[in-house]
Each structure stands twice: as structure tokens, then as C-alpha cells.
Nanobody, 125 residues
Framework: QVHLVESGGGLVQPGDSLRLSCDASGFNLENFAIGWFRQAPGKEREGVICIGSRGSTYSADSVKGRYTTGRDDAKGTLYLQIDRLKPDDTAVYYC???????????????????WGQGTQVTVSS
């Protein structure tokens, strides 16, 4: 059974940092680009940052400089480091896997094959 399980979300204050994790199992992670999407209330789900199997990273302009991702295929894990959190970062964050052949589209939800269940990040003072 394929599983992507996010953890690390919670209630944080503006300016804080947060590190989310995603544990992947049940498929060959090496054949996939993996990354993070977020969905804020009333908004469409958007790709924010992803990383290909060879380490290439893609990110949305809105998060450049604050979001960092990395992967450890041997451990089946992915992380998202968010620095200088803003209220607009409030969303459910999902990890996702797209076939590596579509790595250049890994911020596009239409290419996602596997989704995690999401973890809530709330940024509020």
C-alpha cells in the first residue's frame, strides 16, 4: 500500500520557523519527484516546492527564499523547512509524488500520482 504521511504541522507565530516531514512507503521513491503543495481556506491547492530524484528543485515565486526542501530516498523521507512564517502560509500542507519523467511539472497537481493526507499549519499571533 502506497503511503505518504505528513507530520510537523501546528500553530505557530509569524516569524517562526517550522519543519514538516513526509514519510513515503509502498513505492520506489527514486522514480519520483516529490514535493509540497498547500491549500489555504477558500483557495485552490498550489504547488510550492518540489525536488526531483537527481536533486533539482523547483519552487513558486511566493515562497522563494523562505521554503527549503530535501529528500532522503534511503530513508523514504522528505522535509519542508519554512522560515519567517507569515499568516499567508496558513494552509493544509500536502506532500506529493509525481513521476520523475514529469519533474519539470512537479508543481502542477495534474501530474501528481500519490498524495499525502495533509498536515495543518496555522500562523497566527
Amino acid at each position: 500500500q502506497v503511503h505518504l504521511v505528513e507530520s510537523g504541522g501546528g500553530l505557530v507565530q509569524p516569524g517562526d520557523s517550522l519543519r514538516l516531514s513526509c514519510d513515503a512507503s509502498g513505492f520506489n521513491l527514486e522514480n519520483f519527484a516529490i514535493g509540497w503543495f498547500r491549500q489555504a481556506p477558500g483557495k485552490e491547492r498550489e504547488g510550492v516546492i518540489c525536488i526531483g530524484s537527481r536533486g533539482s528543485t523547483y519552487s513558486a515565486d511566493s515562497v522563494k527564499g523562505r521554503y527549503t526542501t530535501g529528500r532522503d530516498d534511503a530513508k523514504g523521507t522528505l522535509y519542508l523547512q519554512i522560515d519567517r512564517l507569515k499568516p499567508d502560509d496558513t494552509a493544509v500542507y500536502y506532500c506529493a509524488a509525481s513521476p520523475q519523467i514529469f519533474v519539470n511539472r512537479c508543481l502542477n497537481s495534474n501530474y501528481v500520482q500519490y498524495w499525502g493526507q495533509g498536515t495543518q499549519v496555522t500562523v497566527s499571533s
